[in-house]
């Protein structure tokens, strides 16, 4: 069996190991972790805030003198914070990794794409998974209208199953075992 699991590096989108763990008891040859960074809007942005303005009185009677300190001199363009966000969203993807059961062959996977259920969908029509395994962050209302549902496009795609885990549903179901 193959499986691909998808992660946005929000805490909610982990609420699928729990459930990966579950599945991964059974035989599974590959686990695909991919995640889809959204590209920034801007061409060019500061990393880091920019020092203040520094005001240095001489001493007394005199006139104070305000000294402009140069700013920050980490600045990256659109390609470089793509760069950037491809390793550290490779680089989560890894650390998960590290929590799942050894076992199966695992695939650690990243693309910059502005629509992240249209790269889920090409990835899962390359892969062809047996599964995919993804939250959803449960949006109703007007939230869900303007911004739709990443897990919704993926469902609807009929590219393979999906199991939808809903991070409340797993936070209920650990207190209700409790009891």
């Known amino acids: 069996m193959r499986l691909m699991a998808t992660f946005d590096g929000s805490h909610s989108s982990e609420a699928t190991l729990e459930q990966l763990r579950k599945i991964l008891r059974l035989p599974v040859e590959e686990v695909v972790l991919f995640s889809v960074v959204e590209p920034p809007d801007k061409g060019v942005r500061m990393r880091g805030p920019l ?6 009185a001489p001493g007394p009677g005199t006139s104070p003198v305000v000294i402009q300190q140069t700013p920050s001199t980490y600045v990256e ?11 550290d969203r490779t680089d989560y993807l890894h650390g998960l990794e590290q929590q799942l059961p050894a076992g199966p062959k695992y695939t650690c996977a990243t693309v910059a794409h502005d629509d992240p259920a ?10 062809q998974p047996d599964v ?3 939250s959803t962050h ?23 199953p999906v199991l939808l885990v809903h991070p409340d549903s797993v936070k209920q179901a650990r207190v209700s075992t409790r009891r």
């Not at 020092?51 to 240095?56: A, D, N, S």
């Not at 363009?77 to 390793?87: D, F, P, T, V």
């Open 51 to 56: 020092r203040p303005v520094v005001g240095v």
């Open 132 to 134: 995919i395994v993804m």
């Open 118 to 127: 249209r790269a889920i969908i090409d990835r899962a029509l390359a892969d």
């Open 138 to 160: 449960g949006h109703s209302g007007l939230v869900h209208i303007l911004f739709g549902d990443v897990a919704e496009e993926v469902v609807r795609s009929g590219v393979a």
């Open 77 to 87: 363009n659109k390609g470089q914070a793509i760069e950037r966000e491809l390793a």
